[in-house]
């Protein structure tokens, strides 16, 4: 598949994405010779930060947004590489509910790493340089 084409549902096929995720926002970007294309998707929890403390109930952890993973899911579906990064444990997370709930997407993901708080160049640059894509010589 190439930037262009188009899959059965109608949406565009993309063969290299990028999703840069934390508990907040997710960015993905579908990178290609020729050009990039962004998505923002924000999640619909609490936007608060939780903190442990000794003696109290609960685990100072933040729920997982299903439908924010669902929905970065169907936006990655038609990538045919995928590059899982961010900070903490979301993208473990995300990849986590993808075996289980998309594998069909999570047989695409090539890697899941660390990133902390890239700018979207550099997200891209990441990209770029792991799916080794150089431009083409005229």
Request: proline share 4%; net charge neutral; no cysteine.
């Amino acid at each position: 598949m190439v930037i262009g084409q188009t899959v059965e549902n109608g949406t565009p096929a993309r063969h290299h994405a990028v999703v840069w995720i934390d508990h907040l926002a997710a960015k993905v970007f579908f990178v290609g010779l020729t050009g990039v294309d962004e998505v923002v998707l924000h999640s619909d929890l609490p936007t608060k930060h939780l903190h442990h403390k000794a003696n109290s109930i609960g685990s100072g952890h933040l729920e997982q947004d299903l439908e924010y993973f669902r929905r970065i899911a169907e936006t990655i579906a038609s990538a045919g590489e995928i590059l899982l990064v961010g900070p903490g444990g979301e993208k473990t997370a995300l990849m986590k509910y993808l075996k289980e709930n998309r594998t069909d997407v999570a047989g695409h993901v090539v890697k899941v790493a660390p990133a902390d708080h890239p700018t979207d160049a550099e997200v891209v640059a990441l990209a770029k340089r792991y799916f080794r894509m150089q431009p083409r010589a005229s």
